[in-house]
Antibody, heavy 116, light 110 residues
Framework: EVQLVESGGGLVQSGGSLRLSCVASGFIQTYWMTWIRQAPGKGLEWVANIEQDGRHTYYLDSVRGRFTVSRDITRGAVFLQMNDLRAEDTAVYYC??????????WGQGTLVSVSS | QSALTQPPSASGSPGQSVTISCTGISGDVDGYTPVSWYQQHPGKAPKLMIFEVSKRPSGVPDRFSGSKSGNTASLTVSGLQAEDEADYYCCSKAGSSASVFGGGTKLTVL
């Protein structure tokens, strides 16, 4: 069983930055990890993937160049650095374990609110 | 990264079956089809219900089943129960290393 706990969300002004953290209890070291977001009242949206070793990352077009995903393998943690935030980035952000194109464990989410 | 297409709503009475479709599924990858389905109750995190088209994780009732025809995947919930009322999302591969979700279907148990 894997538990994921996100933190770092909050209220920020447009153009500002936030760093989200996702700490795992349980095994994630040999898995890709993923950030997924959900705007208020909207559906799920894939945001970013990071491979096991952290060297390869992949992003949604609208966040590429502004968001950076990273991981600390020794701590079992994954991070999402979000810069130049926009109102449309307002959402609950979930981290999830990515097991061969399925997300088998999810965190409870952390809310990011960007004010314009 | 276009979203997959799902009907916005579906409904059924307790005990009935309901099927939710998801169109725009990508092709197979290394011999398997990367289609998964997630259930989300209000205010909760999504939960994996089906993966690789039709496989159920441990603990998911066998009332939930998945299938695929062409580029359309389907989730069927049989013997509807009140607790099945939730939003359901399909997900598939997009490009080489990304994923894409459907817009979601709100399932109402009448």
């Amino acid at each position: 069983e894997v538990q994921l706990v996100e933190s770092g969300g909050g209220l920020v002004q447009s153009g500002g930055s936030l760093r989200l953290s996702c700490v795992a209890s349980g095994f994630i070291q040999t898995y890709w990890m993923t950030w997924i977001r959900q705007a208020p009242g909207k559906g799920l949206e894939w945001v970013a993937n990071i491979e096991q070793d952290g060297r390869h990352t992949y992003y949604l077009d609208s966040v590429r160049g502004r968001f950076t995903v990273s991981r600390d393998i020794t701590r079992g943690a994954v991070f999402l650095q979000m810069n130049d935030l926009r109102a449309e980035d307002t959402a609950v952000y979930y981290c999830a374990r990515h097991a061969r194109y399925r997300f088998d464990f999810w965190g409870q989410g952390t809310l990011v609110s960007v004010s314009s | 990264q276009s979203a997959l297409t799902q009907p916005p709503s579906a409904s059924g009475s307790p005990g009935q079956s309901v099927t939710i479709s998801c169109t725009g599924i990508s092709g197979d990858v290394d011999g398997y089809t990367p289609v998964s389905w997630y259930q989300q109750h209000p205010g909760k995190a999504p939960k994996l219900m089906i993966f690789e088209v039709s496989k159920r994780p441990s603990g998911v009732p066998d009332r939930f089943s998945g299938s695929k025809s062409g580029n359309t995947a389907s989730l069927t919930v049989s013997g509807l129960q009140a607790e099945d009322e939730a939003d359901y999302y399909c997900c598939s591969k997009a490009g080489s290393s990304a994923s894409v979700f459907g817009g979601g279907t709100k399932l109402t148990v009448l």
